[in-house]
């Protein structure tokens, strides 16, 4: 009897210790490892604010135009007898393109001007007769209509000779030749295409919610992905009044003065108008905010801890976006390992204070 109360007295206290093992997180596995991972920090990269103007964009993409573009066509039919350009050249208003036979509407047009001076001399003479009483008006009038009916097929004769001396009819540069030496044309026939360099444009077509914040006068600038990410500057210089009801947008129209010609019509461009400005503003890397759930926030590294802060945000233009609450100008701000991590979990700076900090941008 004695021996069976030591047997049941000794299951009992082996049933407690065990549940109390149970009952105890910190003697589990997994809570081990939990202490032991919060008591890991976490590496970070950290950065300070940096203060400087940034810039309210609206974005789009558009090809570049010639503003004056002219396709030179024939005026009068005839054998291509000179060629005074080629393709790249640069012209001028009027400046000889090219020359077609002639040979024809010169004789035609020697012998209009013989005509024409023996027509002058008689109205001369009658002229005189009719002074003297010896020619009746009627006679007069019938020699002097006779006269500008040839003055004027005098001059369309010179003009259609004139038409042989292709000229060019607006300052560009030749884009296109169509014809070559020895061609016979006809009248209507192109010949040349003349392109203006400058200045150039692009149409954007900006949905309507922006039309309060788009103007004349804003500036512009344009990226070329044939130049490399090479950057011009130019400005809004038409807004259309109306908008499209079928595309709900409305058009613009950006003038490019490009002095150097480095831009060649039909170049892609990526067109960013300025339509706004907050100077000396308190920025941040894109990449240092956080969105979740409608808030945006940072965190900010005080004594070895990850401290979790709601910010408000402003423009964002180029990779930086502007902070107008939330942070201040001496916080360290972590920009990378931010992902997954916790309010007060211990963190360890990576990286040399150089390496840490951000450029600002460009004013």
């Known amino acids: 009897m004695q021996l069976n109360r030591v047997a049941w007295a000794s299951l009992a206290c082996a049933l407690i210790l065990a549940a109390c093992q149970q009952g105890d997180p910190a003697g589990s596995p997994q809570a081990s490892e939990e202490d032991e991972e919060a008591a890991t920090p976490v590496p970070v990269e950290i950065t300070l604010p940096v203060r400087g103007d940034i810039f309210a964009v609206y974005s789009g993409t558009a090809p570049v135009e010639a503003i004056a573009e002219a396709d030179i066509v024939a005026r009068v039919g005839g054998e291509v007898r000179q060629l005074a350009v080629e393709e790249g050249d640069v012209v001028e208003n009027g400046q000889l393109l090219a020359r077609l036979d002639g040979d024809r509407l010169k004789l035609e047009l020697d012998e209009s001007s013989a005509r024409l001076r023996k027509l002058q001399r008689d109205f001369q003479r009658n002229d005189d007769l009719r002074d003297k009483g010896l020619l009746s008006e009627g006679e007069f009038e019938k020699i002097k209509y006779e006269m500008e009916a040839l003055q004027a097929s005098h001059n369309l004769a010179s003009l259609e000779l004139e038409y042989t001396r292709i000229r060019s009819s607006i300052d560009g540069i030749v884009s296109q030749r169509y014809i070559k030496l020895g061609n016979t044309v006809k009248p209507g026939d192109p010949l040349f295409r003349i392109t203006g360099m400058d200045p150039l444009v692009a149409y954007l077509h900006i949905p309507e919610r922006e039309f309060g914040q788009i103007r004349p006068g804003q500036p512009v600038a344009i990226d070329i992905d044939a130049l490399q990410g090479q950057r011009e500057m130019a400005e809004v210089t038409r807004v259309s009044p109306v908008v499209d009801p079928s ?5 613009i129209t950006i003038e490019i003065s490009d002095d150097r ?21 308190l920025q941040l890397p894109r990449s240092a905010v956080l969105d979740d759930g409608g808030e945006s926030s940072v965190f900010v590294v005080k004594d070895g801890k990850a401290e979790r ?8 233009d180029r ?9 201040d100008d001496d916080d360290s701000v972590v920009t990378l390992g931010q992902a997954g991590l ?14 840490r900090r951000v450029n600002a941008p460009a004013d």
């Not at 595309?247 to 058009?251: D, E, Y």
């Not at 916790?342 to 390496?355: F, M, N, P, R």
Request: hydrophobic share 40%; aromatic share 8%.
């Open 342 to 355: 916790k309010h007060d979990a211990l963190v360890t700076v990576i990286g040399s204070e150089e390496e």
């Open 309 to 316: 802060r709601l910010v408000v945000t402003g423009f964002s």
């Open 247 to 251: 595309t709900g947008t409305f058009k």
């Open 261 to 281: 010609h480095i831009i060649k019509p039909g170049m892609f461009g990526r067109l960013s108008i300025v339509y706004d400005t907050h100077e000396n503003a």
């Open 319 to 327: 990779g930086m976006i502007e902070i107008t609450s939330g942070i």
